[in-house]
Structure formats: C-alpha cells, structure tokens
Nanobody, 126 residues
Framework: QVQLVESGGGSVQAGGSLRLSCAAS????????MGWFRQAPGKEREFVAAISWNGGRLTYVDSVKGRFIISRDNTKNMVYLQMNSLKPEDTAIYYCAADTGIYGTLRYDQNEYDYWGQGTQVTVSS
C-alpha cells in the first residue's frame, strides 16, 4: 500500500507561484514513477508532469513546459511541483499519483497509476 498526501495548494494571482508537495508512505517509494495530474471544474482529469524513479527523466504537458518543475527527494519520500507564472487556466485540483511498476517508464495515462492522493486546490485569479 502507498499513501499519498498533497499539500501546498492555495489562491494566488496570475503570475504568482506555488509549490505543491506530496508526502508518500512505503519503503519502495524510491522505485516508483511519480506523477502530477489536475482536474479543472467541468473537465476531465489531465496529466501535468511525471518523474522517473531516480529523477533522471522528466516529462510535462505542453501547457506547463517552462513554467512548472517536478522534482523528488527519495530520502524524504517527497515529490514536488514548483509552479511559476501561474495562469487562471491552471486553476484545478492537483493530484499526486504513484505508478508502482518498479523502475517503470514515464506514463501519461492516469489509468497506469495505482495510488492517488486526495488532491489540493489551486486557484489562480486574473
């Protein structure tokens, strides 16, 4: 079992920054691909970013490239999403997710992720 708990959401004006954190339980966390997804009101949940087990490979959805940075600290069982130059269209509930395929590839499909956090709200006002 893996438990994920997100934090760091909030309200910010356009152009501002937020840093989301995801605390994970489990001794094998360091072997998992981790991802961030988001769901805006009235829309389907979408992929935002993913990071490989050792942090060596990263991938982002085009709409956040150059603005968001995903990172992880395996010594602390933590994953982060640094969000800069925020836009109103970034408003959503942000979810942390774990793909427990050991040393797996980066995946964009939410169905490939096995465990999810409860989500944290990010609201960006214009």
């Amino acid at each position: 079992q893996v438990q994920l708990v997100e934090s760091g959401g909030g309200s910010v004006q356009a152009g501002g920054s937020l840093r989301l954190s995801c605390a994970a339980s489990g001794r094998t966390f360091s072997r998992y691909t981790m991802g961030w997804f988001r769901q805006a009101p009235g829309k389907e949940r979408e992929f935002v970013a993913a990071i490989s087990w050792n942090g060596g490979r990263l991938t982002y959805v085009d709409s956040v490239k150059g603005r968001f940075i995903i990172s992880r600290d395996n010594t602390k069982n933590m994953v982060y999403l640094q969000m800069n130059s925020l836009k109103p269209e970034d408003t959503a509930i942000y979810y942390c997710a774990a793909d427990t395929g050991i040393y797996g590839t980066l995946r964009y499909d939410q169905n490939e992720y096995d465990y999810w956090g409860q989500g944290t709200q990010v609201t960006v006002s214009s």
